[in-house]
């Protein structure tokens, strides 16, 4: 059974900075890419980040290039997103998914169930 748990959103101050994680159990990681979506009330979700577990490629999506990062520990099978320089637009639901990659959701079989991140102006 996959499970993808994230934590880590939460409020903060436009310019600021959040880490949200995305704890994987039941996921072979090899054989994955992990992603980081995005939903805001009333919008579509959208591509924030990836990261294939072999080679370490990462891409962003270009709202977000520059300003937030994403890694991955495989030893703790724990994939990470650093915002940095955060703006209101970035207030959304953020979700963690595992899959075959690309900037696609439907591409992603597995979801976490989110953790909100809100930023103020």
């Known amino acids: 059974q996959v499970q993808l748990v994230e934590s880590g959103g939460g409020l903060v101050q436009a310019g600021g900075s959040l880490r949200l994680s995305c704890a994987a159990s039941g996921l072979t990681f090899t054989r994955n890419t992990m992603g980081w979506f995005r939903q805001a009330p009333g919008k579509e979700r959208d591509f924030v980040a990836a990261?294939?577990?072999?080679?370490?490629?990462?891409y962003y999506a270009d709202s977000v290039k520059g300003r937030f990062t994403i890694s991955s520990d495989n030893a703790k099978n724990t994939v990470y997103l650093q915002m940095n320089s955060l703006k209101p637009e970035d207030t959304a639901g953020y979700y963690c998914?595992?899959?075959?990659?690309?900037?696609?959701?439907?591409?992603?079989?597995?979801w976490g169930q989110g953790t909100q991140v809100t930023v103020s102006s």
């Open positions: 998914a595992g899959g075959r990659g690309g900037t696609r959701g439907a591409n992603y079989d597995y």
């Open positions: 990261i294939t577990w072999t080679g370490q490629t990462t």
